[in-house]
Each structure stands twice: as structure tokens, then as C-alpha cells.
């Protein structure tokens, strides 16, 4: 923690005080190079950082930040946008990882990583996944680094490996409390198996990134199409009262789980070896709907243990105006009532998050081909200048 009276902190320097990072859900080449980034870890407002294919995309092709890079790597070998792109993250990653070193030992590899994600296309294969996470942390080739794999069942299956290997994960796109389960289970067992092989799991470290805002997204357009149907009053009540709550009250039970599991017999043997509990991560926290707060989903999940990665505007946002306070175990009954309700309705919470798991790898995969897209026109404009 910093040496600042928490009187005078503001609401992201509190997070710590109740046992939540945050992480920037952002990653580009100026924040880094203009020394932004470091300011705000100096500052103590964020413990890590996290990207994905629709971030790079932004970053690449919505500015200049690589043109000088792209042209540097194109004239020194002739690449394809993927090796390009690959060459172009890496070096992004490195000096993040290298920016947040000092957190990764200070918080004894508690926090400090940083993000890089598997291409989107192999979510279902889990020997390519294996192969391109192997790659990609011997590229980058920095402790820090968490290996972003989606928690697919192919995925699931990786994601065991990895962890039996010694290489940290991200699971993403999480939105189910069965996969969550099944996903802290395979964690188990790859510290089962890494420390049977003699590894220090004190060494190994995962997030199980639980998206928030899409969940409430989706449940409150199917509460729309039946309110414009329903004409029974008590439905309509019934209803409107689920409105904006299903994701928070979800994310409150999938807490609940981990709390029981950091309880059990099997992780306590694992702990006693110093392992690292997998914490929940709170991704897509930026709020949606205009009719609700835009620090909505960081003030009502903040508790022991956990993760909240901020995209830049809600970050500003909950600096500026949020409020840091102990929620994430408050109302957990009240929780349960939600999820109950929602099924009283008619609205079945699996379908939704199947349903948004396929939806996520779609768009990563539409962002990864955007992305390719933007690389190869700045490609094709740095050869069109050297001839």
C-alpha cells in the first residue's frame, strides 16, 4: 500500500483496503511510451493490466502509435499482418510487464501481470490452444505475463494443462456459475499435478474473469420483449424488478462458491503449500444502460480477494466520483431471490450465458480480423512509401 492517509485517497487507491486490484482493461503504445501507465501504477490506482483482440484492434488501427514500428519491423523483414501484429503486442506486453515487475514483487506475485490472449480462432481446439499459450509465454518471456484462454470446453481442458505446466492463466469470458465450477476445478488439478511433479505452485497464478454488463444486457432485452406482451400486473412487477440486477446477483454467487471453495480440503492442502487461490476478475464492468450508474458494476462487487479490470472512462469515472466500500458480501440472499425470480419468469439464466460465451468468441474473432485488416493496410502503406 502507499504511505497516503486514506482520507486523502481517492476511491481507486482504496480498493486494496478492502482486498481488491484493480487492472486497466487497456493496453497502447502511447499510454506506455508517455509514461501515463507508470504514473498510474506510482500512483497506486492499478495493480495490473489487461488486453484482448478488440483493445489491440482500437489501439492499432485508431492511431498512429505503430505506424513507426510497422514500417521499423516491415523493412528490417518482409511479415504477414499476423507476425506483425504478434511482433507489435509482444513489445507491448514486455514493457507493461516490465512497468508492473516492481507490483508482481512487492505483492509476492499476488498482482502485477499482465494479459495476452490466444487467437480467438482456436477456442475450440485444445492442442492449438496448448501449442499458441506455450508460444506465446516463451515469447514474452516474462513471469508476469497471465496466457488469456476462453473458458470453452476445449478451453477448460488447456487451461489444466497450463496450469500443470507452470504457466499462469486468464480464463475469460466466463459468464456461468457451472463453468466457473468446472473451470476452479481444472485449476485444482493442474496445482495437484504441477506440485506432484515437483513445481513450486507458489510460482503459478490464475484470474477467472466473470463478465458482468453483457449478462444484464441480454437478460434486459428478454425482459422487454415480454413486458411489451405481458399484461398480467404482477408479472409486469415481477419483471421490472430483475431489471439491471441478474448480472451483480450472479457474480455475487459465483463469490459465495469461491469463498466455500478456499474452505475445502483439497485447496487447503494445496494452500498449505503456498499455492494462490484462482481470484475471481470482474471483466466487462463498464456500464451499458444510460439509466444506471456508470460505476454500477465496480461499486457493487468490491470484496476480499478479487479483481476488477476498468476499461479507461469508468476507471476515470470511479476515481473521480465512485465509492469504495466492502459490497460484494452484502445482500447474498437477497442474490438468490433475483436468479429465483428470473426463473419464475420464464428466463433461463444457462441459455443467456451460453448464448454470450459464443457471442464473445464471435466478436474477438470479428475484432481479430478487424485487426489483421488495419495491420495489413498500414503494411501495405509502408511498402507503397519505400517504393
Known amino acids: 500500500m502507499l504511505n497516503i492517509p486514506t482520507t486523502q485517497m481517492n476511491s481507486l487507491q482504496l480498493l486494496p483496503t478492502y482486498g481488491q486490484s484493480a487492472w486497466l482493461d487497456y493496453i497502447r503504445r502511447s499510454s506506455i511510451t508517455s509514461g501515463e501507465l507508470q504514473q498510474m501504477v506510482t500512483a497506486g490506482e492499478i495493480w495490473g493490466v489487461t488486453s484482448n483482440p478488440a483493445i489491440f484492434e482500437k489501439a492499432i488501427a485508431g492511431s ?39 507490483i508482481y514483487a512487492k505483492t509476492d506475485r499476488r498482482d502485477g501481470y499482465v494479459s495476452l490472449e490466444v487467437a480467438p480462432y482456436l477456442a475450440n481446439d485444445t492442442e492449438q490452444t496448448l501449442q499458441e499459450a506455450r508460444r506465446l509465454w516463451q515469447a514474452v518471456d516474462r513471469p508476469n505475463l497471465m496466457v488469456k484462454v476462453p473458458a470453452t470446453d476445449a478451453g477448460i481442458l488447456a487451461i489444466e494443462q497450463l496450469i500443470s505446466e507452470g504457466i499462469n492463466v486468464n480464463v475469460t469470458l466466463l459468464f456461468s456459475q457451472a463453468a466457473y465450477d468446472r473451470v476452479a476445478t481444472a485449476y485444482i488439478s493442474g496445482l495437484e499435478k504441477y506440485a506432484d511433479a515437483g513445481g513450486d505452485v507458489s510460482r503459478v497464478a490464475s484470474v477467472a474473469s466473470f463478465f458482468i454488463s453483457r449478462i444484464d444486457t441480454a437478460i434486459d432485452n428478454l425482459i422487454t420483449e415480454q413486458l411489451k406482451t405481458t399484461t398480467d400486473r404482477k408479472q409486469q412487477d415481477l419483471l421490472a424488478s430483475l431489471s439491471g440486477r441478474v448480472a451483480i446477483a450472479n457474480a455475487k454467487l459465483a463469490y459465495e462458491y469461491y469463498q466455500n471453495l478456499c474452505q475445502s480440503g483439497r485447496w487447503q492442502r494445496l494452500a498449505a503449500y503456498g499455492a494462490q487461490s484462482q481470484r475471481l476478475l470482474w471483466a466487462s464492468t463498464g456500464t451499458k444502460n444510460p439509466h444506471q450508474s456508470e460505476v454500477l458494476y465496480v461499486e457493487e462487487l ?34 438468490r ?5 428470473l426463473a419464475l419468469v420464464g428466463i433461463s439464466l444457462s441459455d443467456v450465458t451460453d448464448r454470450l460465451l459464443q457471442e464473445g468468441l464471435q466478436l474477438f474473432s470479428d475484432a481479430f480480423d478487424r485487426l489483421l485488416g488495419a495491420v495489413e493496410q498500414k503494411r501495405q502503406a509502408v511498402l507503397s512509401k519505400v517504393k
Open 302 to 335: 468490491i470484496g476480499a480477494d478479487t479483481v476488477d479490470t476498468i476499461p479507461p472512462a469508468t476507471l476515470a469515472a470511479f476515481r473521480d466520483r465512485g465509492t469504495a466500500s466492502a459490497t460484494l458480501t452484502k445482500d447474498v440472499q437477497i442474490a
Open 64 to 102: 498512429t502509435d505503430y505506424d513507426d514500428a510497422i514500417q521499423a519491423l516491415e523493412t528490417e523483414h518482409d511479415r504477414d499482418a499476423i507476425d506483425l501484429y504478434e511482433q507489435l503486442a509482444i513489445a507491448d506486453i514486455q514493457a507493461t510487464a516490465d512497468i508492473l515487475a516492481p
Open 337 to 341: 431471490e433475483v436468479l429465483s425470480n
